[in-house]
């Protein structure tokens, strides 16, 4: 298999994870829209059994899509870092090449110049393979707790509008009638 074929067989099977990953966040979205009504529905009637039930698969769905959505996004980041560490190395080649022929050039005034140039082209693609591993491992430590705690709010405040139930205002204390309500609020972290 040559070079080519192995370069575009890598690319068709990213461009098939892509895809499923995104069919994957697809169906996720899809579901959190069915639960999110689902919950308001149990919410404006009065079942909380239902409306609880609800929120906890709406927590499992939402954690998958965040997942999904997570890596299809360090894909994009791979593919990007790849493409820079394939150019760093081109420019390191050319730079070789470029070096090799001064070399050739000056070859009677100074040998070990040329040598030291060399050398100092290899730790600069080797200072630019460390930066590139540097970003990665960056992307792979990205902190989602802050996200995590905002989707929450953020679908909880959906099944609130759907259901009828409104924020209170400023200033304006709003009285839960249902213990329930409350602590499934709290399980949300959201007071």
Do not use: H, P, W
């Not at 990007?80 to 050739?104: H, N, P, Y």
């Not at 693609?125 to 990665?136: G, P, R, T």
């Amino acid at each position: 298999m040559s070079k080519s074929d192995k370069e575009f067989e890598r690319k068709r099977q990213i461009n098939e994870t892509k895809k499923n990953f995104q069919k994957y966040y697809d169906s996720y979205a899809k579901q959190e829209e069915e639960l999110i009504s689902l919950a308001a529905q149990a919410k404006k009637e009065g079942r909380l059994l239902d409306y609880k039930q609800t929120i906890e698969t709406l927590k499992y769905i939402s954690s998958g899509k965040r997942k999904m959505s997570k890596y299809l996004y360090q894909i994009e980041l791979c593919e990007i870092l790849k493409d820079e560490g394939q150019m760093g190395q081109e420019f390191v080649k050319l730079m070789g090449q470029v070096s090799s022929e001064t070399a050739d050039i000056y070859k009677n005034l100074d040998v070990n110049k040329a040598k030291e140039i060399n050398e100092n082209n290899r730790k600069i693609a080797a200072q630019q393979q460390s930066f590139n591993d540097y970003l990665q491992a960056i992307s792979e430590t990205q902190n989602v707790g802050e996200t995590d705690v905002n989707l929450d709010k953020e679908l909880l405040d959906r099944i609130n509008k759907i259901a009828g139930v409104e924020e209170a205002k400023e200033g304006e204390k709003q009285v839960q009638s249902d213990a329930s309500l409350e602590e499934l609020e709290n399980a949300f972290n959201l007071k």
